[in-house]
């Protein structure tokens, strides 16, 4: 079974400008969450979503956006972007069955850099 | 709120050494708990869980035990090996209803041969 794929892997950027990332979870996974990892904040949570709605969302500002479609795939979009965006964003797929106990599983990550 | 501390890195060992990766959390309630590891250039992979206290989760050698009284869940290996160098990260997941992760701030192991 394929696993989570992110695309793309490495993106360049300056600033003010926007950008979409996208996640296709593994098949069958319901729930998509998205994660930014930085070497000064470390790995911290962007949002969660299931069935196209966003079911949980962490402490970023609004520049960070997400949408889920039908078949699962997920994108994020980060408008206006600062030199602080630049990091590793990770997105993770799982089962879900409402308890917090599956295991979320990882893509590869999509490298942005923000000029 | 919820969070999760990890010992500080980075941590060097020779090759066969035993490993422990300290790990303790704080949350209400019983959370799962998890052992993802990252290696160069590439994302999370699971290495282990446990969901319940007095669980072991066990992979590759790996082995952590969920210990509710001391809020605990180190991670050990007892012989390393090269090949066994990445970053660790411990995570809890509690909200019901939602997949959230949070994360320690990862320790970064490397074996000498």
């Known amino acids: 079974k394929a696993g989570v794929t992110q695309t793309p892997r490495y993106l360049i950027k300056t600033r003010g400008q926007q950008v979409t990332l996208s996640c296709s979870p593994i098949?069958?996974?319901?729930?998509v969450s998205w994660y930014q990892q930085t070497p000064g904040q470390g790995l911290q949570f962007l949002f969660e979503y299931f069935s196209e709605t966003q079911r949980n969302k962490g402490n970023f500002p609004g520049r960070f956006s997400g949408r889920q479609f039908s078949n699962s795939r997920s994108e994020m979009n980060v408008s206006t972007l600062e030199l602080g965006d630049s990091a590793l964003y990770l997105c993770?797929?799982?089962?879900?069955?409402?308890?917090?106990?599956?295991?979320?599983?990882f893509g590869p990550g999509t490298r942005l850099t923000v000029l | 709120g919820n969070s999760v501390t990890q010992m500080e890195g980075p941590v060097t060992l020779s090759e066969e050494a035993f490993l422990t990766i300290n790990c303790t959390y704080t949350?209400?309630?019983?959370?799962?708990l998890f052992w993802y590891v990252q290696y160069p250039g590439e994302g999370l992979q699971l290495l282990l869980k446990?969901?319940?206290?007095?669980d072991k989760g066990s992979n590759k050698g790996f082995e952590a035990t969920y210990r509710k009284e001391t809020t605990s869940f180190h991670l050990e290996k007892g012989s390393v090996q090269v090949s066994d160098s990445a970053v660790y990260f411990c995570?809890?997941?509690?909200?019901?209803?939602?997949?959230?992760?949070?994360f320690g701030q990862g320790t970064r192991l490397t074996i000498n041969p």
């Open positions: 446990a969901t319940k206290a007095d």
């Open positions: 949350a209400t309630g019983y959370p799962s």
């Open positions: 098949s069958g996974h319901r729930s």
């Open positions: 993770a797929s799982s089962w879900d069955r409402g308890l917090g106990t599956d295991t979320q599983y």
């Open positions: 995570a809890l997941s509690k909200i019901q209803g939602a997949q959230k992760l949070v």
